[in-house]
């Protein structure tokens, strides 16, 4: 299926090879067919009854061939849960192991890239497991930050862009199906960006991926959306995806450019994704169960108070109480209690955001209708640069 066309910007949380196979190993379970999480146990009341916790049903996740068990063989009994799922009801995005390879770790640890017949045949499992497991993927990308890490192998930002020109080169000349493909774009400044831009902006693409600074700051963010759009290259274009952020701030803004977007592009989706509920869940034995709006017995309750509140002072963002819920809804749902926003976790702080998004609005919908779109953003290129 596609990705559901929402009201504000789809979060995706970045499922791990440990809990896939956990999952999948939990047979008592009936977890195949319409959700990528657990249905959660009964509590028991102190007369002694059960009463079900309320479902979070999240059937939109990403998963990486950096960490899959590309195995045709093994694959499909240990990760059932991904290639038996229900295709009509569940969302798959993948990526095609960027991240790892930029990390020099999972399967793409040790890829000699220099070596045509060792990279094609990295390149060729894991072109095959996404044919067969996603609904859209990212191209296979090597991040210019690749070359800050050891265990890489890439020595330079040329280098990182050459190996990703190669990967598209062979997905394309020997896939089997007609994937959609997102493109990633990488960058440490405009320039950067731009140049990246140009070189892959030829391959077949269903959607753009925006990774390193190009993610981080808002300024490169929209110079290169812009860009793009001036290129006539979002026609069409039914993904805008933000690589490894899951930030409340993040998801509000994207929420609003999403909805800036689609005054042009109707069918336009924009997603974010990150491993944090995993990280949470891992590293702090922490998760969400339950929320109540008028207990606010949690950081997860000020979450969803946050966002009603911040529709009630931004009439001009357009965030009506269910727009709010339901965003709030999908970030706890895929985060921790104590984790899913940095500037909500208190209400002085809450407050302290409004503003900031307000501006951040103002700006984007200011270059968005300005023929001098460079010189608005030029013009705020301080605020941008600091607002996530």
């Known amino acids: 299926m596609k990705a559901p066309k929402l009201r504000f910007a789809l979060p995706l949380p970045a499922l791990t090879s440990a809990y896939v196979r956990a999952i999948n190993g939990a047979t008592h379970l009936n977890l195949l067919g319409d959700q990528f999480a657990p249905p959660l ?188 759009r001036d290129d006539g290259r979002l026609k069409g274009i039914e993904y805008l995806h933000f690589l490894g952020t899951l930030k409340a701030n993040a998801a509000l803004f994207y929420t609003q450019l999403q909805r800036v977007l689609r005054t042009d592009y109707p069918d336009v989706r924009v997603t974010l994704d990150a491993a944090n509920p995993f990280v949470q869940a891992s590293v702090w034995g922490k998760y969400l169960f339950d929320y109540d709006i008028k207990k606010k017995t949690s950081n997860g309750d000020y979450i969803r108070y946050a966002m009603i509140h911040l529709s009630k002072k931004l009439p001009k963002a357009q965030l009506t109480d269910k727009v709010a819920n339901n965003l709030a809804r999908e970030l706890m749902s895929i985060k921790g209690v104590n984790s899913c926003v940095q500037v909500t976790r208190a209400r002085k702080r809450m407050a302290q955001h409004y503003p900031k998004l307000a501006k951040a609005t103002d700006i984007l919908e200011d270059a968005w209708t300005s023929p001098s779109w460079q010189r608005v953003l030029l013009n705020n290129r301080a605020f941008l640069e600091s607002y996530l």
């Not at 059932?80 to 991240?99: A, E, P, Q, V, W």
Request: overall charge neutral; proline content about 5%; hydrophobic content about 35%.
């Open 41 to 228: 146990e009964a509590e028991e009341e102190e007369d002694g009854s059960l009463v079900a916790p309320p479902p979070i049903n999240h059937p939109y996740a990403l998963y990486s061939a950096g960490v899959a068990d590309l195995n045709p063989q093994t694959g499909p009994t240990r990760e059932s849960i991904i290639h038996d799922r229900n295709r009509k009801k569940t969302f798959l995005m993948t990526d095609s192991g960027g991240f790892q390879a930029a990390k020099g770790t999972g399967n793409l640890k040790n890829v000699n890239w220099q070596h045509t017949a060792q990279a094609n045949q990295k390149r060729e499992e894991i072109l095959r497991w996404i044919e067969k497991v996603a609904d859209v993927s990212m191209n296979l990308d090597i991040p210019i930050w690749a070359v800050s890490q050891p265990k890489s192998g890439f020595l330079s930002k040329k280098d990182c862009l050459i190996t990703t020109i190669q990967n598209w080169d062979y997905f394309v000349h020997n896939q089997k199906k007609k994937t959609k493909w997102i493109n990633s774009l990488h960058g440490e400044n405009r320039n950067e960006g731009e140049q990246w831009y140009d070189a892959v902006k030829g391959y077949p693409t269903t959607g753009w991926a925006f990774g390193s600074q190009l993610k981080f700051n808002l300024f490169y963010t929209l110079w290169m959306l812009l860009h793009i």
